[in-house]
Nanobody, 117 residues
């Protein structure tokens, strides 16, 4: 059974940092592309970043230069390092299997990030 379990969310002041983790199980993690998506309150999902099994990474413009996606295949874990956080980054953050929303087939349950001004 594929499982994706996010952690690391919380409340932080604007300008602060958080690192999200996503523990994957039930499939050969190293062979799959992965991505992070967020959903702000009252809005639709927004794709943030994707990383191929090869390690090549891609970002949406709104987080480029502030967020980094990386993976530790030995630990079956995906990460999202978020720096210079802004109140508009407040959202429920999900990790997902696949490179983009269109190619995603499994989602985690999400972890809440709240950025106060």
């Amino acid at each position: 059974e594929v499982q994706l379990l996010e952690s690391g969310g919380g409340m932080v002041q604007a300008g602060g940092s958080l690192r999200l983790s996503c523990a994957a199980s039930g499939f050969p993690f190293r062979d799959y592309d992965m991505n992070w998506v967020r959903q702000p309150p009252g809005k639709g999902p927004e794709w943030l970043a994707g990383i191929r099994s090869s390690g090549n990474a891609y970002f949406t413009d709104s987080v480029k230069g502030r967020f980094t996606i990386f993976r530790d295949n030995a630990k079956n874990t995906l990460y999202l390092q978020m720096n210079s956080l802004k109140p508009e980054d407040t959202a429920l953050y999900y990790c997902a299997r696949g490179l983009t929303v269109a190619t995603t087939d499994y989602w985690g349950l999400g972890t809440q990030v709240t950025v106060s001004s």
